[in-house]
């Protein structure tokens, strides 16, 4: 999904804010954090339900591509799902779903029992500030107007952070994500892509998110740079017990990140399971076409019932 599109221009808007509506310090871990209480958050778990459900998602854009063909997925608090498929097979328009950019045409999608799609007003801000996203290109999705601090600033201002606040703030989500706070000084196109993904991954942290949705976040950088934005978003999991929808076309980036993934072949979910598994032995055609894009080696098929 380019991030110049409507999930990077909403959600850059919309994907701000201070935590204070759920009480929560992004730093903290969720043991440790007086603000956090499942059961009386409404938006954690509802009732024991997950945190992100959609149900059978259909998505047909006008022209007639159906781009999305029944898909159902569920991420638990705390939990991290990857959406794998090549180009063209969905992914994206998932993200909008989930997101609440685009209403599906049949089927549902529920965050923390709310209807992302149809929130207005003091309600919306509020569950957006749970519901963030990091996109593809943090150069198109930041201000180039904007110092990196100004950003994550502004941020916190449309969450309601108190201006005498915002500075301290922004020193520590720089912190966090490893960005020296003087780096805030700086327009994004003094930044590298690591540094300016970073940033940018600030700014999601910065409202005090349940889960991110982060859309080919790595794929824009060399490398070096991808590892250590996936050491950052694994630990940035582990420190505060944020969920992730990590969507890539990469399964080796999804493989580090997710604990469960989908397959998504023209808008359909053609394999899902456990990373490892995946990893290890796919079981659709199509999933082995792109462990072997991500790897260069053939996976073995995975075993089945009886030959025919
Ligand atoms: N606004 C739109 N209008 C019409 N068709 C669209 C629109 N956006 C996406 N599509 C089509 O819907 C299908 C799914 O697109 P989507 O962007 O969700 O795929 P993707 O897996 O995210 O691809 P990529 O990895 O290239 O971003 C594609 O066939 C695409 O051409």
């Known amino acids: 999904m380019s991030a110049e599109g409507p999930v990077g221009a909403r959600a850059a808007g919309a994907g701000v804010g201070t935590g204070r509506e759920s009480g929560r310090d992004p730093g903290r871990k969720p043991d440790s954090d007086p603000g956090r209480e499942p059961d009386s958050d409404p938006g954690t778990t509802t009732g024991g339900a997950p945190l992100l459900a959609v149900e059978r998602a259909v998505k047909r854009y006008p022209g007639g591509q159906l781009a999305l063909d029944g898909v159902s997925l569920r991420i ?43 929130l207005r007003g003091r309600a919306a801000r509020a569950v957006r500030a749970r519901l963030q996203f990091v996109p593809q290109n943090p150069r198109g999705s930041l201000n180039p107007a904007l110092r990196a601090g100004e950003a994550v600033a502004l941020a916190l201002r449309v969450h309601g952070t108190p201006r005498p606040e915002r500075a301290e703030r922004v020193a520590a989500l720089f912190r966090q994500v490893g960005l020296e706070p003087e780096l805030a000084r700086r327009r994004p196109r003094e930044l590298s892509g690591g540094q300016l993904q970073r940033v940018a991954i600030a700014r999601a942290l910065a409202t005090g998110p349940d889960l991110v949705v982060c859309d080919e976040p790595t794929s824009a950088l060399d490398r070096g740079a991808q590892a250590r ?43 899902e399971g456990p990373a490892a598994a995946l990893w290890d032995a796919p079981a659709d055609p199509y999933t082995r076409a792109l462990l072997a894009a991500a790897t260069g080696r053939t996976a073995p098929a995975a075993p089945t019932a009886a030959p025919p």
């Not at 498929?85 to 529920?110: F, I, N, Y």
């Not at 694994?234 to 990140?257: C, K, N, P, Q, W």
Request: net charge neutral; no cysteine; proline share 2%.
């Open 229 to 271: 934005v996936v050491d950052l978003l694994t630990e940035l999991r582990e420190r505060t017990g944020l969920a992730y929808l990590f969507i890539s076309h990469d399964l080796a980036v999804v493989r580090h990140l997710a604990e469960h993934v989908l397959v998504l072949r023209n808008g359909r979910v053609v394999e």
């Open 76 to 118: 638990a608090a705390g939990g991290a799902t990857g959406l794998v498929g090549e180009s063209g097979s969905g992914k994206s328009t998932l993200a909008r779903l989930v997101l609440g950019l685009l209403a599906p045409d049949a089927g549902t999608v529920r965050f923390a029992g709310h209807d992302p799609y149809r």
